[in-house]
Nanobody
Framework: QVQLEESGGGSVQAGESLRLWCEVSGYTYENYCLAWFRQTPGNKREGVAGVDNERDSSFYAESAKGRFTISRGNAKNRFYLQMNSLKPEDTAMYYC??????????????????WGQGTQVTVSS
């Protein structure tokens, strides 16, 4: 059974940093898309950052470029989201996700079939 679990959320002041991580079990993520999404109550889920493992490249939402970095662990059972210069509008529940085998990755949530339960990030001004 594929399982994903996020950790690392918390409450910080604007301008500070957090690092989230996602533990993955049940599969290796080579040839998978990996991504981070976020959601606030009443709003649609928003893609933040992703990795295309087949192409070994990363991609970001415009709101995250220059501030957030997604990376993969060497053991291939963990990936990260480093969030710097956090803003109050970054406050959300953050979810890690994996696509299953495929080629061509985006931040469209329909590409992702495995999801963690979320970790809360709260940024105060």
């Amino acid at each position: 059974q594929v399982q994903l679990e996020e950790s690392g959320g918390g409450s910080v002041q604007a301008g500070e940093s957090l690092r989230l991580w996602c533990e993955v079990s049940g599969y290796t993520y080579e040839n998978y898309c990996l991504a981070w999404f976020r959601q606030t109550p009443g709003n649609k889920r928003e893609g933040v950052a992703g990795v295309d493992n087949e192409r070994d490249s990363s991609f970001y939402a415009e709101s995250a470029k220059g501030r957030f970095t997604i990376s993969r662990g060497n053991a291939k059972n963990r990936f990260y989201l480093q969030m710097n210069s956090l803003k109050p509008e970054d406050t959300a529940m953050y979810y890690c996700a994996a696509s299953g085998p495929r080629f061509g990755c985006t931040l469209n949530d329909w590409q992702y079939i495995y999801w963690g339960q979320g970790t809360q990030v709260t940024v105060s001004s």
